[in-house]
């Protein structure tokens, strides 16, 4: 859903930032200070996290105490799409609600395979959407930016404005188990009620008969009884019966044992109602579809399995069989029945693979869940799951988007992409104006886990960089104070760290900077890229005003760091002229900074069809001269702009006195950072991470390439 800017490939698939192990979810919180803001609370499992070996960030490790996802790019599906819930049940994305379990995919080995997964976030929108059909009658109804798995990886629906990302063409084939057009029964009605219990009940069931003569007279009497240790089913049967008016009550029939569970029954010697039982089973009525659902529902319930992806029902009774071989027929179920064991049972052996499992649950709905469980099968589509037609749907659409744990998940039965927060994105200063800049992961134990960490002997105190993937002095900061506790830790340990941030809030904190800047290294860095205030408020709409962070630097200065600021992207047309260039370096110069790092804007695969429609919208004067500046796919502006700009900007760097230097009258800090941290807003900055940003100053100093997102575990 908004994963636009992330590589199309499978290395990609296993950096999705703190969401690739599954969460220890706690809440989710809304407060009336942070009005349109929504915390949900983790307990993390690490809190240092490893930067991947072939990254070019100039540190090792990294902590987030937040995760969030700015939600400035719109990916989503129809709110009608079934999701693939971790009971087995497929239900339509409406109905699920945060923190509901459900199935995703994860690389284990040479496999992806499904695994059970959380939704940690879900919100609405509307926009264009678009019908995609597949070849097994499967149809999806998504956003041009939405992406699902491919034989050839993740692809869009649609190419975007330029047609240059990764987009679905008749030549792809998705990946997952389809299901076509889902049947439609409904299992209230009573051919589907009858169905199930005569198959439950003759499945497992019992009726006995028995004389009792107590001397005087004999009286027959009948007994109805059904043992399951499965309570769902029992629960289903008991339903059902009382809908045809028949009480049964429900009472242990065995105690557990080391090989077995404990059983329940449900029973009645009353004779009405054991007349009526029997009356319902009776007769079969495999001429009524709904009746032969319903009845391989309940025959799967009593008398099915489902092992290593092969779903079997077993039975002896040659009525049981054909009947459920003819209900099978019905419904277009391929199936083979197996020759007898040596105990004469046989089974009714489903064929197909995933996909008529798959159909058989959506057309039956067991009401045994453990039997439909997924986990840790690998994901093999054997459905016709071809791209027939992509078709634009009139009009906006309504549609909704969530963030799931493994950072995708099963809709109509292929695999689909989620909103998550990027390994890029830096800066989460969320405000109430946009529905899409509310949703904040918190780590809520990162101080307690974080002090286990260091206290390990196998720690090697390397420096550690904070703000390189979110902000650690976003709003959520104001309400969570977890940098108190993390700034105290690291300098217990004698552990080097940095601070990159944007936010102002870093100026409660500064005693305690000052305090470990006496035991352990401390760098101190502030983004600030523009200084005309009405492009600030349109492309930083909700991040601390420029005069509000040079004032930081200010306080941070006269503590006695040596700050440096980041002064980038500078925006082609925008920000590149020299008195816009002069008069941003004065200020900086002004506010007691120590130098500055800039760089000329970088534009991720995927994000420029957003980028250029925020341009089209606020300076569509430029629009001609930014495609001619970035053409297809193009991230980096040319060499030649580059250049010009570096022989424009290093002057005036130097002449402000603005270099990157070291000195040796204030604690020797390694500067340590990382692409710009992200505002709010109508255009995101991570849109603007530099991969080489010009520099001059020592190449330790210099900004690198955007950071490949490392692991991070709740």
């Not at 205030?533 to 991040?543: D, N, P």
Request: hydrophobic share 40%; with cysteine.
């Amino acid at each position: 859903m908004r994963w636009q800017g992330q590589r199309i490939d499978e290395a990609d698939e296993a950096a999705l930032p703190g969401m690739e192990n599954r969460t220890g979810f706690l809440r989710t919180v809304t407060t009336p200070e942070f009005a349109g803001m929504t915390f949900h609370e983790v307990l993390a499992k690490s809190a240092l996290n490893h930067v991947p070996g072939p990254s070019k960030m100039p540190f090792a490790w990294t902590i987030n105490p937040y995760r969030g996802c700015s939600h400035a790019c719109v990916y989503c599906v129809s709110p009608e799409t079934l999701i693939l819930c971790a009971d087995g049940r497929q239900r339509p994305l409406r109905d699920l609600e945060v923190g509901t379990e459900i199935y995703g995919t994860e690389k284990r080995g040479a496999y992806r395979r499904y695994v059970r997964t959380r939704i940690l976030a879900k919100w609405s929108t509307r926009k264009q959407a678009y019908r995609i059909t597949l070849a097994d009658g499967t149809v999806l109804t998504a956003s041009g930016d939405h992406r699902f798995l491919t034989d050839r990886g993740w692809k869009h629906v649609t190419g975007g404005e330029t047609g240059q990302r990764p987009h679905l063409t008749l030549k792809d084939r998705l990946l997952g188990f389809g299901g076509g057009a889902p049947p439609k029964v409904a299992t209230d009605g009573l051919g589907f009620r009858h169905g199930y219990l005569f198959g439950m009940i003759r499945g497992d069931g019992m009726i006995f008969r028995r004389t009792d003569d107590d001397g005087i007279r004999k009286r027959k009497m009948a007994v109805f009884r059904l043992a399951l240790a499965d309570e769902e089913a029992l629960e289903r049967t008991r339903s059902y019966l009382r809908k045809d008016g028949i009480d049964v009550r429900e009472r242990p029939f065995s105690t557990a044992s080391p090989t077995r569970r404990a059983l329940n029954a449900l029973h009645t010697a009353a004779a009405s109602s054991v007349a009526a039982i029997e009356a319902i089973v009776r007769d079969a009525n495999p001429a009524d579809p709904e009746w032969c659902a319903g009845f391989l529902s309940g025959i799967f319930d009593a008398e099915g399995s489902c092992s290593r992806g092969v779903l079997r029902i077993s039975n002896k009774d040659p009525e049981i069989l054909d009947l459920t071989s003819a209900a099978m027929s019905a419904w277009q179920l391929e199936h083979v029945v197996e020759p007898p064991r040596p105990n004469d049972v046989r089974d009714v052996r489903l064929v197909g693979g995933l996909p008529a499992r798959q159909r058989f649950f959506s057309l039956t709905k067991p009401a045994i869940t453990r039997k439909m469980d997924l986990e840790g099968l690998a994901v093999k589509t054997v459905a016709d799951l071809r791209v027939r037609s992509i078709e634009p749907l009139d009009g906006e659409q309504d549609l909704l988007d969530i963030t799931t744990g493994t950072g995708d998940f099963v809709a109509n039965g292929v695999i689909s992409h989620n909103c998550f927060a990027r390994g890029t994105h830096t800066y989460l200063d969320l405000d109430a104006g946009h529905d899409f800049d509310s949703q904040i992961v918190v780590k809520v134990n990162v101080v307690e886990t974080l002090e286990k960490e260091l206290r390990r002997g196998s720690w090697q105190h390397e420096t550690v960089a904070l703000g390189t993937n979110t902000d650690p002095y976003q709003r959520a900061e104001g309400r969570y104070r977890l940098m108190p506790g993390i700034i105290r830790a690291l300098a217990d340990s004698g552990t080097p760290f940095s601070v990159l941030t944007k936010g102002t809030l870093i100026r409660r904190d500064i005693p305690l900077l000052v305090e470990a800047a006496a035991r352990v290294p401390v760098d101190v860095q502030l983004s600030i890229a523009m200084f005309d205030e009405t492009l600030r408020e349109a492309i930083e709409q909700g991040a601390p005003s420029t005069q509000a962070r040079l004032d930081t630097v200010r306080a941070l200065s006269d503590a006695g760091f040596r700050v440096g600021v980041f002064l980038m992207p500078i925006l082609p047309h925008l920000t590149d002229s020299v008195d816009a260039i002069d008069r941003a370096l004065l200020r900086i110069k002004e506010s007691g900074a120590d130098h500055v790092i800039y760089g000329a804007l970088h534009l991720r695969a995927g994000v420029k069809p957003w980028f250029l429609q925020w341009l089209s919208q606020h300076r569509p004067d430029l629009l001609s001269s930014y495609r001619a500046l970035y053409p297809g796919t193009a991230a980096e502006a040319p060499k030649d702009y580059r250049r010009w700009l570096a022989r424009r900007v290093r002057p005036l760097i130097r002449m402000h006195g603005l270099e990157a230097r070291h000195s040796d009258d204030r604690p020797a800090r390694r500067s340590m950072q990382g692409p710009d941290p992200e505002p709010t807003g109508a255009m995101p900055l991570w849109l603007f991470e530099q991969p080489s940003a010009e520099r001059s100053a020592p190449s330790r100093i210099g900004a690198p390439r955007a950071p490949e997102p490392a692991p991070t575990l709740f």
